[in-house]
């Protein structure tokens, strides 16, 4: 890395800024930004891509080590888990040079028969863009239908195969991702969006023996903008379910899924901030719901009941609301149930397996064991219903992703497979603690940090400082091959885990949102302090990451403290949150009113203005910022981080460098396609490390 230049020539060198050339006087927030059709606009995101070419020209040895060391450490070509269905086997294949994948089966009777049913990176090849929405099997696998995205946008098309040796028929365009077969074999429901792009209804569409498609016909349609409507299948295999949800509340719709054309009727009617979810076995449906129990609990409800009875006597309690932990999901077999509750405490997520007995009694109740805590533990892909042996996917930020098969019957634990690492930084180098920062009103916040073993404690160190808190959203441990690169050099990663996202359960999420907002950018400044105090991290080394409303997070915290971090990187970050809640045309925004507020209420509006990033810029020493956006991002639109990058060099009061880079080609995930990502990824951490003055390291 000597070879590197070192920092201060990148921090003085002369850039060309657009800014002059595009400063409209009368529009101090840069709003004109938001006229796509405006050729002025695209001159000026170009502009700032040419501008940050210019700037990263010094460091492209640097991503270029930094993307090749990436990929010398992971496994290039890669084969999914294999799962087996009723008649074929269905696995994924990688090959080392590919961006996608190829979809294999074979006979459950005949493994060495297998065919290459569906080639991604085949059709990918045909798009700049391309990403895969939903793949539905028909049950009795010979029909093989999916969505694709080819614009980055999130509008898809309906695609429709005959297996095996059909040739792929596009049905229609416009649609939303999410698809579902009945089990008559011949009826498929999708979903689509309204002018917004809410998903707000749910389509039939019939398939003849040659695979001609009827006209769709509407299922059911939601008209309160403010909920979206979703679908799926129980695993029983019994039931359609379309559920229509807002941030907070719920109503689901059922259908008979061997009589898909029977009219959906209600299981129970909306009621404002009541959330619920349902699972099946024959004779009885599982309520997952929040009603007086602000935690969760589960009921159960006898099938005839649940469908005609909108009273809540019939439910019966079966795992009562909890002070310690939230249930958050329910999934149902034959033999009972397993629930994934959260410990409060802890902010630890674990699985909980139930067996029933014939009178739905719970006859044995076990929690599954922790390969470590804190990880991340989940009911892997498990399509049988009778299914006893159960899959699980466990990770943490030391433990690479691993799948695991889990006796029921005997307790013993298989290894399925585990993603390998290669190189000269190994998964058993690496250490893991966590802080917990005292926040602003004495709140504990837990922090989580990762580093090489033989760095962590030994001095402080340069921390790249990550948070999202919002939605629910919890950052359970991940593994991260790419996170490597930076951790090899003696970078530490850290997760603030704050308000707002669900990391210490549903009291967690509800005390960082509407009113309590403030809450989540004050943890994540309290996360760094604690870092910082505890000797673990460099106080003047310290950067921040956050992506779509983790964008919010940063871009918040940095008008709260503009000097707490020597740098920042925003990717799509929704920094504009008052002009976009205040424009219900734009997509997804009258969905947010129950996370944000609806800026027409007056409490409301003074709320999001006191935080809104963009409106609340100042002339304050603010670090470094490297700013991301794409150009077909419908969540977090592309004139966002570009109007916030226009402010803040406007002002000229950043203590270095400010800069956006605008993906022509893409949408709200970024590049379709690994290797760009990957490389795109390189040059993130090519910024992160100079911001953390790592290049003569």
Known sequence: MKAQPPRHNLLNQTIDSPIADFRRPDDPLWHWLESRDDPQVSDFLESANRESDSWFAPLEALIETLYHGHLARRELAVSGLPSPLDHYCYWSETAADADFPRWWRHPLESPDTRHCFLDLEARAGEHDYFELGDMALSPDEQWLAWSEDTRGDETFELWLLRLPGGTPRRILEDIGPELSWAEDNATLLFTRYDATQRPDSVWRLMIDAAGRASEPSLILREEDPEFWLGLGKTRSRQWLILESASKDTTECHLIPADAPTTPPRCFRRR????????????????????????????????????????????????????????????????????????????????????????????????????????????????????????????????????????????????????????????????????????????????????????????????TLLYGYGAYGEVLDPWFSVARLELLERGVAFAVAHVRGGGDRGEPWYLAGKMEHKQNSFRDFLAARDALADSGLSDPTRIAAYGASAGGLLVGASLNLAPEAFCAAVLDVPFVDVLRTMENPDLPLTTAEYTEWGNPDEPAARKRIRDYSPLDNLATLPYPTVFLQGSWHDTRVPYWEPAKLYARLRELGSARGPVLLRTDMAAGHAGASGRFKAWHDGARQDAFILWALGMLDD
């Open 271 to 462: 009621e404002n901030g009541v959330e619920y979810a349902l699972d099946h076995r024959p004779g009885v449906f599982y309520v997952l719901h929040n009603r007086h129990a602000a935690h969760f609990r589960l009921d159960r409800v006898v099938e005839t009941a649940g469908i005609t009875d909108q009273t809540e006597p019939a439910w019966q309690p079966l795992l009562p609301h909890r002070d310690d932990a939230t249930l958050e999901g329910v999934d149902a077999f034959s033999w009972g149930l397993v629930v994934t509750e959260r410990d409060h405490q802890q902010a630890q997520v674990r699985l909980r397996v139930l067996e029933l007995d014939a009178t739905h009694g719970i006859d044995r109740d076990e929690r599954l064991p922790l390969p470590e805590a804190p990880c991340s533990l989940m009911l892997g892909d498990m399509p049988h219903f009778t299914a006893r042996r159960l899959r699980l996917r466990e990770e943490s930020f030391t433990l690479p992703v691993r799948w695991l098969e889990h006796d029921l019957d005997s307790g013993e634990r298989r290894l399925l497979k585990q993603q390998p690492i290669r190189g000269s930084l190994l998964p058993e180098q690496l250490e893991c603690r966590r802080l917990w920062a005292t926040a602003h009103d004495g709140e504990q916040i837990p922090v989580s940090i990762v580093a090489r073993a033989d760095r962590l404690g030994q001095t402080p160190l340069p």
